[in-house]
């Protein structure tokens, strides 16, 4: 079965604005060097634009977790990160990964806009956000939409096999059922699609239960002509 990539977020200056509230912050002078030490810089942070959409289209898409690197000299920045997290992307819940090592993820897609925290050795590929080649989410989205395309159509072959084993598998239920019940076997049905990936699965939903309508039509048919066989022997 095929799984989802995994794809890492970083937080500040890709999920959240951390340089424009440091920027106005009433303490930037006296953190000048230390901007992350700043107190409770990290609890208010505004999202950057378009940030929070992407995620809600890459959540379903990919495998995504959050890699953020916590300020080691602002220990209420760990907690206010979980907490950024839990009020403007709650379905993230435990999807934060706090970690100075991001090389040490196993992964197909680290968005950072930092290469201070081993991004570069990264084994998937690194989308340098904030760069030319991706300055904002717009062109991070339209890279790893080329992406997902692309993993679609190389799954056309094992489509077709799917649909092939699927379709094997209906003929076989349909006709171990009784002669006057065409109904599908839903539970072993959804075991077969339990073993394809989601989004193929709702298409194959989609096609069984048109197969479930006609079935219902073939026996409402099957039905009428029985009774019209009834009449006509009794008037014999
Ligand atoms: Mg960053």
Request: glycine share 4%.
């Amino acid at each position: 079965m095929k799984q989802k990539k995994i794809l890492y977020i970083d937080m500040d200056g890709v999920l959240c604005d951390f340089d424009g509230a440091a920027d106005k912050h009433a303490l930037r002078n006296k953190y000048k060097n230390r901007r992350d030490c700043i107190p409770g810089i990290f609890k208010d942070l505004e999202p950057l634009p378009g940030a929070i959409e992407a995620f809600e289209y890459l959540w379903e898409v990919f495998d995504v977790y959050i890699l953020s690197t916590p300020p080691w000299r602002n220990p209420d920045g760990w907690i206010h990160k979980k907490d950024w997290v839990e009020k403007h992307i709650p379905k993230a819940k435990r999807r934060l990964i706090l970690s100075h090592h991001k090389n040490l993820n196993k992964g197909d897609y680290l968005i950072d806009d930092s290469h201070y925290r081993g991004q570069a050795e990264f084994e998937g590929r690194w989308i340098h956000f904030n760069t030319p080649d991706f300055p904002n989410w717009d062109s991070v989205l339209t890279y790893l939409k080329d992406v997902v395309k692309k993993d679609y159509e190389d799954m056309e072959p094992y489509k077709e096999s799917a649909i092939q084993d699927l379709g094997v598998h209906i003929k076989n239920i349909t006709e171990a059922s009784d002669d006057d019940s065409f109904k599908i076997d839903e539970k072993a049905l959804q075991k077969s699609i339990s073993e394809i990936d989601q989004e193929q699965a709702e298409m194959y939903n989609a096609e069984v239960d048109k197969m479930n309508i006609m079935m219902e039509e073939l026996n409402n048919e099957l039905k009428g002509l029985k009774n019209i066989s009834q009449k006509l022997n009794k008037k014999k």
